[in-house]
């Protein structure tokens, strides 16, 4: 492992203020060493210097935020989990959850999940037997209302040759 990857390794798991002289303690390295390679950890936004003399630092996005509504005990939805779902249904044409699970490399039950939140918020729906993506305005309100069963409802619809309107 080189010093560079060391260091990495030791910002990505520590969460405190450090300086070079407690990297030094805790990875052994020689802090001539780390010196020389701070600037290039500053620079590549690995880091950022939160204090001048004495040069203090912290790992950059330590504190990733994750906006989200529980819908579900323990389910998160994640905007961008939703908008990764919406794309494949846009590049393609799914009859079913289980081929979209296939595609996405997620659990048909988190399919399901994101699915009857997105048609509760009228952001997907079922045309002809195809979940299409109607739009993606309302993709930030997933979870916030969920109507159980909605997409049976849109199953049965589809049945009878017709699909829900839309405001």
């Not at 323990?74 to 919406?86: E, K, P």
Request: net charge positive; with cysteine; glycine share 4%.
């Amino acid at each position: 492992m080189t010093d560079k990857e060391l260091i990495l390794n030791f910002i990505n798991q520590y969460d405190r203020l450090f300086n070079a002289e407690l990297i030094a303690k805790l990875t052994s390295l020689s802090r001539e060493a780390i010196e020389m390679l701070l600037p290039e950890l500053l620079q590549s936004q690995a880091i950022k210097q939160i204090e001048d003399a004495p040069p203090i630092y912290v790992r950059a996005n330590r504190y990733q935020a994750r906006i989200g509504y529980q819908h579900y005990k323990g389910w998160t939805f994640s905007l961008a989990d939703a908008h990764r779902l919406l794309d494949i249904l846009e590049q393609g044409s799914y009859k079913s959850i289980r081929e979209i699970a296939q595609v996405i490399g997620k659990s048909r039950q988190w399919v399901y999940i994101y699915l009857e939140a997105l048609a509760s918020i009228e952001v997907v729906d079922l045309r002809q037997h195809i979940y299409v993506v109607i739009s993606r305005l309302n993709v930030p309100k997933i979870g916030r209302k969920v109507q159980k069963g909605i997409l049976g409802q849109l199953r049965s619809l589809n049945k009878i040759g017709c699909y829900r309107m839309l405001d």
